[in-house]
């Protein structure tokens, strides 16, 4: 399996805040990668290196096959990015927009009106292609920004963190069109905080945390580190929690004192969770609660990390 980027060793501080330390990626050629985690865990930074516009403090990475320090020249006319906010000029219409990228990448006027068209169809905006981009939904200027990306055919599309603040409807669309890029052979690098969009999209998933990945694997791979199923037990008070969770010991996949909640693994049978709450309350009082339920990445991240990948704090740093 050809590789479209790797990473060894990643280290960026930013001032005292060490935003990387020492990550490692490495991305097959035409597949969807997703890099998953929280709001300052790093993965905004991490594109910024690949894409070669921040320079790591320590260690390396090749990105199309090509070194992003000696050969950053060389990398950016094989990649695109496209970042957090859509970066369109709301004053021109959808297609002038895509003919002056086309015209910036050397294009002759023909060839960029014949491109321009052949994007607008292809993210269905043909019929808004002749308006103003200032009178797009949110959603259509992610899928012009994500166009413009597009027009010199890159190797690699990098999409940080591309549906946030988008409507559902909105999201829906943009996944068909990342779905559709891989299946043309384009390496997709993700970033993302939602877990159904890495799980839905990507074909190898990279959980990171502090600055470093934490695990990774297809999702199924990673849902199995932490079983299947879950038996999330509601106990009745504090005392009762901290008395289940000892005689649970390592079994218990997920703790939150907070809520009263435990969870163990299961194979989901009806035998086994009657054999479970059976050994955790002969009385029939310490469990107030229970629910089985399929295993998430939000049960990964959260076995793993000992939070959830989702946070909502006010970043310091923008990483």
Same mark, same amino acid.
């Given at each position: 399996? +050809?590789?479209?980027?790797?990473?060894?060793?990643?280290?960026?501080?930013?001032?005292? !805040?060490?935003?990387? @330390?020492?990550?490692?990626?490495?991305?097959?050629?035409?597949?969807?990668?997703?890099?998953?985690?929280?709001?300052?865990?790093?993965?905004?930074?991490?594109?910024? =290196?690949?894409?070669? /516009?921040?320079? *790591?403090?320590?260690?390396?990475?090749?990105? *199309?096959?090509?070194? =992003?320090?000696?050969?950053?020249?060389?990398?950016?006319?094989?990649?695109?990015?496209?970042?957090?906010?859509?970066? !369109?000029?709301?004053?021109?219409?959808?297609? +002038?927009?895509?003919?002056?990228?086309?015209?910036?990448?050397?294009?002759?006027?023909?060839?960029?009106?014949?491109?321009?068209? +052949?994007?607008? $169809?292809?993210?269905?905006?043909?019929?808004?292609?002749?308006?103003?981009?200032?009178?797009?939904?949110?959603?259509?200027?992610?899928?012009?920004?994500?166009?413009?990306?597009?027009?010199?055919?890159?190797?690699? =599309?990098?999409?940080?963190?591309?549906?946030?603040?988008?409507?559902?409807?909105?999201?829906?669309?943009?996944?068909?069109?990342?779905?559709?890029?891989?299946? @043309?052979?384009?390496?997709?690098?993700?970033?993302?905080?939602?877990? $159904? +969009?890495?799980?839905?999209?990507?074909?190898? =998933?990279?959980?990171?945390?502090?600055?470093?990945?934490?695990?990774?694997?297809?999702?199924?791979?990673?849902?199995?580190?932490?079983?299947?199923?879950?038996?999330? #037990?509601?106990?009745?008070?504090?005392?009762?929690?901290?008395?289940?969770?000892?005689?649970?010991?390592?079994?218990?996949?997920?703790?939150?004192? *907070?809520?009263?909640? /435990?969870? !163990?693994?299961?194979?989901?049978?009806? *035998?086994?969770?009657?054999?479970?709450?059976?050994?955790?309350?002969?009385?029939?009082?310490?469990?107030?609660?229970?629910?089985?339920?399929?295993?998430? #990445?939000?049960?990964?991240?959260?076995?793993?990390?000992?939070?959830?990948?989702?946070?909502? $704090?006010? $970043?310091?740093?923008? !990483?």
């Amino acid at each position: 399996m +050809e590789t479209a980027i790797e990473a060894v060793g990643l280290e960026k501080s930013y001032g005292k !805040v060490k935003v990387l @330390s020492g990550l490692d990626l490495r991305v097959t050629r035409g597949s969807v990668f997703a890099l998953l985690g929280p709001n300052g865990a790093g993965k905004t930074t991490t594109v910024r =290196i690949l894409t070669t /516009l921040t320079r *790591a403090d320590a260690g390396h990475a090749r990105v *199309a096959g090509l070194d =992003i320090v000696r050969d950053r020249h060389k990398v950016r006319r094989r990649i695109a990015l496209t970042g957090q906010h859509a970066a !369109v000029d709301e004053l021109q219409t959808g297609e +002038e927009n895509l003919r002056m990228v086309a015209r910036l990448s050397g294009m002759s006027g023909k060839n960029a009106r014949r491109r321009a068209a +052949e994007l607008l $169809e292809s993210f269905d905006l043909t019929d808004a292609g002749r308006r103003h981009a200032g009178t797009y939904s949110g959603g259509m200027r992610r899928r012009l920004d994500l166009a413009a990306s597009l027009v010199a055919d890159p190797a690699v =599309i990098f999409l940080d963190e591309p549906t946030n603040g988008l409507d559902p409807r909105s999201r829906q669309a943009l996944w068909e069109v990342i779905t559709g890029l891989a299946g @043309s052979g384009v390496t997709v690098f993700l970033t993302t905080q939602y877990l $159904e +969009e890495a799980d839905r999209l990507a074909g190898h =998933i990279a959980l990171v945390d502090g600055g470093r990945v934490v695990a990774e694997g297809t999702a199924a791979e990673l849902k199995r580190r932490v079983a299947d199923q879950h038996l999330d #037990l509601v106990l009745a008070d504090r005392a009762t929690y901290e008395d289940v969770a000892e005689i649970l010991g390592g079994r218990a996949v997920t703790h939150d004192p *907070a809520a009263l909640t /435990l969870g !163990v693994a299961t194979d989901g049978s009806a *035998a086994h969770v009657r054999a479970l709450l059976d050994e955790i309350d002969p009385g029939r009082r310490a469990v107030r609660t229970f629910a089985v339920h399929t295993a998430t #990445l939000d049960d990964v991240f959260l076995t793993l990390t000992g939070h959830r990948a989702a946070r909502t $704090e006010t $970043e310091t740093v923008d !990483v």
